[in-house]
């Protein structure tokens, strides 16, 4: 079973970059797709903005396309979200989902973090 721990998120103002971390805690890292995911308000649908299937294989939202890049590091077993030109509408709680290759949900969430953009 993975185990996700998002960092990263903080205060910052409109246009600023951030980038967002999620480690995770399995041996079979390699074997996972890494979802970011937001959720711009409780009750809200949480939106997926990013996913990285291999390092080569990558997809992203039209919310995040252009201004964002989505990495892994394999070795350290942890995904990365770079945000740029950050926006007020940005603001949101994200999150890192995983799910194990060939199944079509995630399975596993990490506990968020916030990111708050200011105009």
């Known amino acids: 079973q993975v185990q996700l721990v998002e960092s990263g998120g903080g205060l910052v103002q409109a246009g600023d970059s951030l980038r967002l971390s999620c480690a995770a805690s399995t041996r079979t890292f390699a074997n996972y797709v890494i979802g970011w995911f937001r959720q711009q308000a409780p009750g809200k649908e949480r939106e997926l903005l990013a996913?990285?299937?291999?390092?080569?294989?990558?997809y992203y939202s039209d919310s995040v396309k252009g201004r964002s890049t989505i990495s892994r590091d394999d070795i350290k077993k942890t995904v990365y979200l770079q945000l740029n030109t950050l926006k007020p509408d940005d603001t949101a709680v994200y999150y890192c989902?995983?799910?194990?290759?060939?199944?079509?949900?995630?399975?596993?969430w990490g506990q968020g973090t916030q990111v708050t953009v200011s105009s």
């Open positions: 996913a990285i299937y291999t390092k080569s294989s990558t």
């Open positions: 989902a995983a799910k194990f290759r060939g199944n079509v949900n995630y399975t596993t």
